[in-house]
């Protein structure tokens, strides 16, 4: 098997949510080809707990993380930038289009209204889609050119 060593940086706007599970997920299942960073272009300052917790619930601890700005990574190539909010993907910085940059949106379920139970609702449903959507892209885009895994 070959190995991998890619940088990818999930951005958005509070890296509160979306971005912190992206890299979660990431980190979790891909880590033999990926090193997942997190970053948003306004930082909220936290991780929302409820993010957390649903992360808690699958197995993927990101409790450890913080909300930062892309600038702390400076310093750091990503081969790819995966923008996860409409409005990061018209912000990113322009150093960080040195790799290649997708957008794959998510909704923010920081944003969900009601209930305890109405809005882990809406932060299983905002995980499971970045698990369905994201890796999967991942997955391929590290594929060698040879199709093997």
């Excluded at 060593?5 to 979306?18: A, E, K, P």
């Excluded at 990503?78 to 949106?105: K, Q, S």
């Excluded at 998510?106 to 009601?114: C, H, I, K, L």
Aim: glycine share 8%; net charge neutral.
């Amino acid at each position: 098997m070959e190995s991998y060593d890619m940088n990818v940086l999930f951005l958005c706007t509070g890296n509160s949510c979306r971005s912190q599970m992206a890299e979660g997920l990431t980190n979790h299942f891909l880590g033999d080809r990926y090193r997942a960073y997190s970053a948003g272009t306004a930082p909220s300052g936290y991780v929302h707990p409820l993010a957390i917790r649903v992360m808690r619930e699958i197995g993927v601890d990101i409790s450890g993380g913080f909300s930062k700005r892309p600038e702390v990574y400076r310093d750091l190539r990503f081969d790819l930038v995966v923008t996860v909010c409409d409005d990061a993907a018209a912000t990113c910085p322009l150093w960080l289009r040195e790799g290649e940059v997708v957008h794959i949106g998510f909704d923010d379920p920081a944003r969900a209204a009601g209930n305890e139970a109405e809005r882990l609702a809406a932060f299983r449903r905002v995980r499971d889609d970045i698990r369905q959507r994201a890796l999967p892209f991942l997955r391929a885009y590290a594929r060698p050119a040879t199709g093997e895994l």
